[in-house]
């Protein structure tokens, strides 16, 4: 009899820790309605609502995809840094290029760099 209890106490806490799992893995949804008002050049004005919709599931998603880019980009200039002053890389102008070739082709979120000199 002990043994059946144990194991149906077991199977209840397995079964129990399963559906805390599937919880945390469940999507939450924030949102927001504001009213949006413009008005053109010739001073009409138009009324627009507004609706922000917030996914936790959707930020986790984009800050891993942000990390890995951020790693990936992070190996290729580390060794972008080894070919320094060797082939086509010797000049100011081409190395600025290639950095911001590295930076820009990850995401749209390095692309503020273009023109920066580093």
């Known amino acids: 009899m ?3 209890i144990k194991s149906t106490l077991n199977f209840i806490q397995e079964r129990s820790r399963k559906k805390k799992e599937v919880l945390k893995e469940l ?3 924030k949102a927001c309605e504001e009213c949006w008002k413009i008005e053109d050049n010739k001073d009409r004005e138009y009324s627009f609502r507004k609706f922000i919709i917030h996914s936790e599931q959707l930020a986790r998603q984009n800050a891993e995809t942000r990390e890995s880019h951020l790693q990936k ?3 290729e200039l580390h060794a972008l840094g ?4 060797k082939g086509k890389l010797r000049g100011r102008e081409a190395i600025d290029a290639m950095v911001n070739k ?3 082709s990850y995401n749209s979120m390095f692309k503020f760099f273009k023109g920066i000199r580093i």
Do not use: I
Request: one cysteine or more; proline letters at 0%; aromatic letters at 6%.
């Open 82 to 85: 080894k070919k320094l002053n």
């Open 27 to 29: 999507d939450t949804y």
């Open 2 to 4: 002990e043994g059946l």
């Open 73 to 75: 980009a992070e190996g």
């Open 102 to 104: 590295v930076l820009c």
